[in-house]
Structure formats: C-alpha cells, structure tokens
C-alpha cells in the first residue's frame, strides 16, 4: 500500500519556529493584558514624570531625572520580568495551561525559552520610552553601554529565576497577592525613588544586597556618575540570579 501524500507534512515544526511563535503569542498576551501594562508601562513611567516635576524626594546633588530614571529602568526590569511574569505563569498553571503545554511537541525548557524572549522584546519596548521620556525631561546619561546591558541582562535573569520560582511553587492568588506585595516593598526600599542614603546604616547594608538595590544602584553609577563596570553590583545580581533560577528548576511545579 502505497503511503499518502500529505499537505503541510505532518509532524512538529522546527524547534527554533514553535519557540519564535511562542515567544510572539506571550509577547501579544502580555501587551494585551491590561494590568501587565498598568505594572510595565503607566506606573514607570507616571513615576518619573511626577517625581522628576515635583520636588517630592530629597534625590541628592543633581537634577532629580538624573537618579530617578536608573533606579524606573530597574522597577521596569523587575515590573517585566518578576511581578508581571510570576502573576501569568501562576494563573497558567491554575488553569491547566502549561500542562496542556507541557504535552505538546514544545519542550518545556522551550516554553521557558520563549517566555523569556517575551520579557526581553517587552523591557526593549518598556527601555526605548522611559528613555525617551526621561531625554525630554533633560536626563543627561554618562558611562559605558556594555554595563549598562550587562546589569539589565543580569537582572532580568534574577528576577525572572525569582518570579518562576513563585509562580511554580505557591497558588495562583497567593502568587498574585506576593507579587504586588513586593513590587511594593522594593519599590519603597530598593533605591529606586528613595536614595539608600536615608535608610539607617544596620537597614541599608541588608537592602544593598536586594537585587532591585543592586540593578537601580548599578545603572545610577553608571549613567549619572560614569562609572566604569560595577563588578559588586554585577556580582549581587549575578549570585541573585543563580539561586533564582536554580531554585525555580528545581521546585518548579508544572500542575
């Protein structure tokens, strides 16, 4: 009997085509979604337009968008990559979906591999408009580009090792009440309106060690101080990023 003709073929695509349009689907989900873009978008940017007009925050030296814009870069990063990502994935796996994933021809560290590529296309997006924002409020940006995208490529591991390792380990509602509930916390104490410098001495050596502290401290030695490569903030985000994503491999829990 002779074999049939069949078109398309059948059989998985190639492996680089199911992760590029997985990566495509999560990067529309996201942008889609109306709260993501309320953590991503509006809240960056409406606070560096309101703390950079309004002398609400004693900055230090300089003009405010000058410390402000590393430390929103950074609660962009982690607004992307920990808040936003940990609060999809948890309601994902609630509803069964990265099982039905999971038993498809896409690898799951594929499926990693494509939310991952999402989170990047997004903070590229999220990057190139609090930039042009912060240029048209007067910021004046120093130091090397190289360690500019080290820290955000760094970071973006840690805090995505962290938000994966949320999602895959608590329920749905717990991840999304734990995901805000440090958004705000690290928002309030990592550097990123707040310099460190008004914290107590006992008080700012534990939160230097955050990685929120490490990204917004790194980028603002850089970009308002010239700085050259920030090899301890790098460091922090890099042992930050280990744990995260070793932890989140290992205890990672699909259904």
Not at 93 to 107: D, F, Q, T
Not at 238 to 243: F, G, I
Request: aromatic share 6%.
């Amino acid at each position: 009997m002779s074999t049939g003709t069949f078109t398309p073929k059948p059989g998985a695509a190639p492996l680089s085509r199911m992760i590029r349009a997985q990566a495509a689907l999560e990067t529309r989900m996201l942008l889609r979604n109306g709260e993501q873009l309320l953590l991503t978008v509006v809240i960056p940017t409406l606070l560096l337009v309101l703390f950079s007009a309004v002398d609400i925050v004693d900055t230090g030296p300089g003009e405010a968008v000058d410390f402000l814009t590393p430390g929103v870069l950074a609660l962009a990063v982690m607004s992307t990559a920990f808040t936003g990502q940990a609060i999809a994935t948890g309601f994902e796996r609630r509803y069964g979906v990265l099982k039905r994933l999971g038993a498809s021809p896409l690898p799951r560290w594929a499926l990693m591999t494509a939310k991952t590529c999402s989170v990047l296309v997004t903070e590229v997006l999220q990057i190139v408009l609090l930039t042009a924002i912060a240029f048209s409020l007067g910021w004046s940006p120093h130091g090397n580009p190289l360690a500019v995208v080290l820290l955000l490529v760094l970071g973006t591991a840690a805090f995505s090792g962290l938000g994966l390792l949320m999602a895959g380990t608590l329920k749905a509602e717990a991840t999304l009440a734990a995901a805000n509930l440090v958004f705000l916390l690290l928002l309030v104490g990592g550097g990123v309106i707040v310099p460190l410098e008004k914290f107590p001495d006992a008080v700012r050596t534990v939160l230097g060690l955050l990685p929120i502290s490490a990204l917004s401290d790194g980028l603002r030695d850089v970009l308002r101080d010239g700085a050259g490569m920030p090899w301890g903030d790098l460091g922090v985000l890099a042992a930050w990023a280990a744990l995260g994503l070793g932890a989140a491999g290992r205890f990672f829990r699909w259904e």
